[in-house]
Structure formats: C-alpha cells, structure tokens
C-alpha cells in the first residue's frame, strides 16, 4: 500500500462514516500534497523525519505516510476500517447481494468529491455490475450544475472510461431539478440521450400542498423521468419534510412507470416507511440509491436496504437489482410512451 492508496483509503472510511468539516478536509489535503510530491523525496523526509515540514502534513497525517513506507497498514487506517464497516441486517443483505448498480452519485463534475473513474473503481469493487452518474443539472448553481456543453463534454468522457473499465458499465445521467411549475431544468434532446433522469426537488420546498403535488405528478408523468428523487426534501433534524398529495404523485409514479427513491444518505433515508408503504400500494417501481458524492459514500446502500426490508418491498420491484439490459429496455420503454 503506497501513502497515497492509505491516504485515500481513510478519506473512504471517513466519507463512509460521515465525517465532514475540518477533519476529512485535513486527510484530503494530506492526499493532495502526497501526491503531487516525488516519491523519492517523501521516502528521504520519512527516514531523517521532516514529512511534516511539508505544507498539509501534520503527525497524524505523517505517521500514516511513514508506516506505509515501511510497507505496513497504517494502525490509523485498521481502526477506521474497523470502526466505519456497516451493519447489515439479515433481511437487508438480502436486497443488498440483490443489487447489481447505483442510479444515483454524483462526481467533482459537479459537487461531488472524487473523480467519476474513482466513483466506477469503488463502484466495481463493491461487486456493481453498472453504475449511473447523476451529477446536478445548470440551475443549482451552488452544486456547479452541468450546463449543456459540460453535459455534452461529459458524453465523451464516459464513452472514453467505459472502453477502459469494460466490462462495468457507467451510464448516462442525471438528477434534474424539478422546476417550481414542474418542468426539468434540461431540454429534451439532452434528457432523451440519457439514458436514465432523476428528477428531484431541490427549491421552494415549502410550497402550498396543491402547488407542490402539481409540481411533482408533472414531473412524473414526463417521459423523460426515471426515478423520483428523495421525494420529501427532507434533512431529518434540520429540514421538515415537503407538503404534497402522496396518492396523487404515486398514482402517477405507477401509472407513468416512474420509480420511486429510496435515498440512502443518513440525514435523507427518504422517504419515511408509511410513504414508502403508499408508493408500494400503488404498484410502484423502488430504487434504492446511494446519492453518493463521495467513494466511501458508495457503501450506504445498506440503510436503504433496511428500509426496503422493512417495508417488504419485493426485491423483483427494485429497478436497480435488474441486469443493465433490462433496466435499459425498461428506461427506453418509458421513453417511447
């Protein structure tokens, strides 16, 4: 293991544990300069001990880099790996070894953390057969949204790393936002070369209960949509969830084949279990996502599938344990009607 690989193994366990702020951004800019400093050089700093002489490097950070040196597992990095591994219930693990993709994580394209070959690399070694990148559409600025030539850029990259990553797959995509009159922030020739859209609601998520559920049958009634992203807005302790008709907007997620979420993220795990129920008493379509933006952040699907396995959602109804052709066939299928 080379300082840079335990490095970035910890921002992994951090990321996976949640950890924000100053710690996690203390590990990444210990990465940074590891990496951009010759190798030869870090080895002469570990053994007269002045690693920490070079800007970002601290003792934590310097200890790690100097133990793998010495060719050991930095003792920092057993701990972590220890400390951050997941439970998983026996019910859950069932839709857990289902799983064969992610349909919702985002990249540094937009406001995600790592790279989108790291992304498929972390993606590939937690058995995914496929994932699909959904970075933010052009108006929420604040997450540096794709605009239409990004988007387009974008294209090419993915068509360049899925030569190289073959047989895994990364798929086109995208979390659109739902507009307050219920049109996607993206035009349609670039929504039908997706090949899968999440559209979720990321503004004015206090609108009056008619307004919001127009908003959001609108969208799931749209062709173009896939998945219905986090669909209460909630940030539990922080945000309140979205006032809407539940039977109104899961009636049209069953009668449109739009898939309902269930977002994995700690401070989401949306939506709550009796709307959960609800979309699953309409017939509804799950897909249990990450809404990852970060590597370690990959390894959340479990919460989702505690949630899956509480609200006995049939595993064949969730999008994302089908092989890539027929989560494929099912998206163009929506697409044509």
């Keep these: 293991m080379t300082p840079a690989e335990a490095l970035q193994r910890i921002v992994h366990c951090l990321d996976r544990a949640h950890v924000t702020g100053f710690k996690t951004k203390a590990w990444v800019r210990a990465l940074d300069v590891v990496r951009s400093t010759d190798p030869d050089e870090l080895a002469e700093r570990a053994a007269d001990g002045t690693l920490t002489d070079l800007p970002g490097i601290g003792d934590s950070t310097g200890r790690v880099i100097a133990e793998a040196l010495e060719g050991r597992v930095p003792a920092y990095l057993t701990k972590l790996e220890a400390e951050t591994a997941l439970e998983v219930s026996p019910e859950a693990q069932v839709y857990r070894d289902a799983l064969r993709g992610d349909c919702h994580l985002h990249s540094t394209w937009s406001d995600g953390g790592a790279t989108i070959e790291e992304m498929a690399t972390t993606a590939i070694s937690l058995g995914h057969e496929y994932m699909v990148l959904t970075d933010h559409s052009p108006r929420l600025t604040i997450a540096h949204g794709l605009n239409r030539e990004r988007l387009l850029a974008q294209f090419e990259d993915l068509a360049a790393l899925n030569e190289q990553l073959a047989p895994f797959r990364i ?55 896939d998945i219905l992203g ?108």
Excluded at 260 to 275: A, C, F, G, T
């Design 171 to 225: 798929l086109t995509g995208m979390e659109v936002d739902i507009l307050e009159d219920g049109q996607l922030d993206l035009d349609d020739d670039l929504l039908a070369r997706l090949d899968l859209v999440v559209a979720s609601v990321h503004s004015k998520l206090r609108m009056e209960r008619p307004l919001m559920t127009q908003r959001m049958v609108l969208a799931a009634a749209s062709p173009h949509v």
């Design 230 to 337: 986090h669909c209460t807005g909630r940030l539990i302790g922080k945000r309140p969830e979205s006032v809407f008709d539940a039977d109104y907007v899961f009636a049209a997620c069953a009668q449109y084949g739009t898939a309902v979420e269930i977002n994995s993220r700690p401070e989401r795990l949306d939506p709550p279990k009796e709307l959960l129920d609800l979309a699953l008493s309409y017939g509804c379509y799950v897909s249990i996502d990450s809404d990852a933006h970060a590597t370690g952040q990959l390894e959340w699907q479990p919460h989702g599938c505690e949630k899956a396995a509480a609200s006995e959602v049939p595993v064949e109804r969730v999008i994302n344990t089908w092989p890539i052709d027929e989560l494929l066939a099912w998206t163009e299928t929506a697409e044509a009607a």
